[in-house]
Every structure is written in C-alpha cells, then in structure tokens.
C-alpha cells in the first residue's frame, strides 16, 4: 500500500509567505488610516479586511481538512481490500 506523504515547504517559501502577509496587512493598514471618509467609513472598511482574512484562512483550513479525512478514508478502505485480498488469497492456497 502506497502512502502519499504531504509536501514538505522550503524555509524560503515559508518566508516569503509571511512577508508577503504582512506586506499586504501593512499596506491595507495604510490605506484605511490614510482614506480620507468617517472613522465609521474607517472602522468598516478595517472590520471587513480582518473578517476577510479570517474568513480565507477558514475555508483554507476546511478545505485541507476535508482532503485529510479523504486521504484517511481512502487508506482504511484499501487496508480492508487489500486484507480481504489476502484472506482470499489464503482460502485459495488451502
């Protein structure tokens, strides 16, 4: 039975994803506090960026988990073929 190993990241991909991060947070930090509208119109516009990454990192992580249980399934089921398999195979030779 083949396992499917998950891919390891490289240090330099984990760096530039969080750098791009908090480019990125920075950026939108600066736009919000330099828009010139109501700190209401502000308060808004800052919510809804948090509520937009917390919301991506959400699905993301769903997503990945609902893969993982698939891949668990997928490898129980072809543990109890391949038993059965070979309790055929015994069967046979008997």
Do not use: C
Request: aromatic share 8%; net charge positive; proline share 1%.
């Amino acid at each position: 039975m083949n396992e499917l190993q998950t891919p390891k990241h490289t240090s330099a991909w984990k760096t530039f994803s969080i750098a791009s991060f908090l480019i990125a947070a920075g950026m939108m930090a600066a736009g919000i506090w330099s828009l010139e509208a109501s700190f209401a119109a502000k308060g808004f516009y800052a919510m809804a960026s948090i509520m937009l990454v917390h919301t991506s990192i959400t699905v993301t992580k769903t997503l990945r988990d609902i893969e993982e249980s698939s891949r668990f399934i997928n490898r129980l089921e072809d543990a109890r073929t391949e038993k059965l398999l070979m309790d055929v195979d015994r069967g046979a030779r008997v």
